[in-house]
């Protein structure tokens, strides 16, 4: 891929405050597709199928939005294993803070702080 890295730069960069914006103009659609971009770039830096969009989704709604919950933690771990084997800063309460804002229905603030660290990932962080 791209200067080292195994997700191509340009496709996994995303502006925090745009993806939010987009998120609510479409009543959550964007977020969907946000989710499934997040899921391929740490699949990507994980170097393994960890993630899956579809499961995820069926999961999500089977179990009334539980599982998605689950699946913020997890991602969440996933991002700080890619830190830890790229040398970068690891967040060590990522997790914990992701689990606990969408326990607290605000996932969209969970997707966000998620994407500020795969950003970095990148050595840039756009506009918040």
Not at 32 to 37: M, Q, R, V
Not at 75 to 98: P, R
Request: proline letters at 2%.
């Amino acid at each position: 891929m791209d200067q080292g890295h195994p997700y191509p730069r340009h496709d996994a960069i995303v502006s925090i405050g745009v993806g939010i914006i987009l998120t609510v103009i479409t009543c959550g659609i964007y977020g969907l597709f946000w989710n499934y971009k997040q899921m391929e770039v740490l699949n990507a830096w994980l170097g393994r199928r960890e993630y899956d969009f579809v499961t995820w989704l069926v999961l999500s709604i089977i179990t009334c939005g539980i599982f998605a919950v689950y699946y913020e933690y997890k991602m969440a771990k996933g991002i700080n294993e890619v830190q830890e084997k790229n040398g970068f800063h690891v967040n060590n309460d990522l997790a914990l803070i992701c689990l606990l804002l969408s326990v607290f229905g605000l996932g969209i603030v969970s997707i966000a702080i998620q994407q500020a660290d795969i950003n970095n990932f990148y050595g840039e962080n756009p506009d918040l």
